[in-house]
């Protein structure tokens, strides 16, 4: 795991500032302490801040062909480098290294911008082709590892993080409305826009090419639902996937510095852990966290209890509520943009404890998108299945839960209302992009005028009404499975596991990521991910007898940090200081009154936690990234 970052002038007589490259570098150096490079060469600049995973000692970066006309700059893991390397000496070609990224090298040399189609693994990476002056900059299928990339009619420079590009004095920061918009209405920033106008995301299963000031992104890799293949057994997928699950976990402990597994006591981090101890000779390390407290719900009895059955050396800890507030401010700064993600905070404990032991994290990320494990799945599906049984009589029966809602001792149901009219785009908004409920009553009350002239609410959904219209299937699960894997993963849950766990040097693997792995699981009938009221029904048939009962069976709590609680309590007067100070950014976009209104109402029962996380989160942001350049290395 490393950080890359480079500049391409497209004027070709323009030279790159080295001292550019190395700052640049330098921001990142949380993400590979261990060593660093550079390759200047007229109009391009190429850096590299390195990890040591693999060859520890030849691996230094940037690294070139034979005749140092292809250099390249490389953030991941490459799984089948291995047999992508002697398919390529069969071909002639030479090597100097062991090293995954030297693989790549040749696999361009021979297949050109095509390679990334042969790559099984996680990745960023930027070639320079110095040859045809060409530069490739591409993304693994998922979107594990970040790539952001700032454009003009001048140049195009990328890095692993957006910090690095703000140190470029040509990068302007223009916040975009519209994009706050669409942070507060999912809580986190999907799609390939960013906060700051000019800066992008190169989406996941995508490369770019810029070749003489012109510049082409294509998609090489999409996620298919249309091939179901019917004629499988529950038992006969199940065996398939035991052993594909296997060759997953044997490829992601490929690593020649020790490897820990992050255990949250749920069915999958307990199923990896359950493959990956037959993969290593040496005693295997386990991490989990809990929280201060006696009302909270714990994991670590369960993670306990699995690294009991299977024999690992087993550490957790205990996060409080001055915990989670001190890091706060490192939060944001290693997140980059406004991201709702409380369970971060804790990820970054847990993560800086497994650094004390390991270099290489093995985590269940992935699981639920893959196999269906999220509830609102199975809420989303029983649903659809009522709104087509009741027909024409669909609004009618919307009217009467409305009134029987009204008896107190039926108030639960109120919600079912409403839904039952609305289309399933509709509802998956409410479900993964719900916009304050303020704004639902009183749009006005909360944005300011000026900021409410800027932002036009239909295109703050884009990226999920389009990720809807691109989804081929009608399979209701299908399409919400399609949906998550394209913008809820890659730009929430993959931003978080990677960034907080590179604050810690730290590299985060995936199995249950791996692209062969979602194939399989899209090729799979709904039914075997969702049966009856059984959420990831293949997988825990899969390890029925190998995972305890008692973690197969039990609720799905994610990891549950309690900071509701905490910011009613110990957090109070740090938020009410942060929201309501005379010098508050978030001032340009709300009405005072309309954020004290949402304070209040969290005091009195209501539960604006999330909202109320988001706006503390985006005041942060602007101090950390607007007001001021970012340090090239958070004070400790």
Partial sequence: MCGICGKLFFERQRPVDRQLIRSMADSMRHRGPDDEGYYISGQIGLGHRRLSIIDLNRGKQPISNEDDTIWIVFNGEIYNYQALRESLSEKGHKFKTDTDTEVIVHAYEEFGENCVARLRGMFAFAIWDQRSKTLLVARDRVGIKPLYYFLNDDQIIFASEMKAILLDNSVPRNIDPQIIDRFLTYYYVPGEETMLRGIRKLSPGHYLIARDGKIQVRQYWDLDFSQVNGHRSLKQASQELLEILKESVRLHMISDVPVGILLSGGVDSTALLSLSVHETDKELSTFTIGFEGHDFADERPYARLAAKRFGTQHYDMTMSAQDFLAFLPRYVWHMEEPVCEPPAVALYYVSKLASEHVKVLISGEGGDEAFAGYPNYRNGVWLERLKAGLGPFRPPASRMVRVLSQASWLQKIRKFGPLMTVELQDYYLSRTATPFT?????????????????????????????????????????????????????????????????????????????????????????????????????????????????????????????????????LKPFVEETLLSQNAHIERYFNRQGIEKILSANLNGENYSKEIFSLVVLELWHKEFVDSLPASCYPS
């Fill in 438 to 570: 303020l704004f639902n009553r009183d749009y006005s009350s909360l944005y300011t005028r000026a900021f409410l002239d800027q932002v036009n609410k239909k295109d703050s959904c884009l990226p999920t009404v389009r990720s809807f219209q691109e989804v081929s299937p009608n399979d209701v699960l299908s399409k919400m499975l399609y949906v998550d894997t394209m913008s809820w993963l890659p730009d929430d849950l993959l931003v978080k596991a990677d960034k907080i766990t590179m604050a810690n040097s730290v590299e985060l693997r995936v199995p249950l990521l791996d692209h062969e792995v979602l194939e399989f699981a899209a090729s799979l009938p709904s039914s075997f991910k969702l049966h009856g009221i059984t959420t990831k029904h293949i997988l825990k048939t899969v390890f029925r007898n190998l995972v305890p009962q008692s973690i197969l069976d039990r609720k799905k709590t994610g990891l549950p940090v309690p900071y509701e609680t905490w910011m009613r309590k110990e």
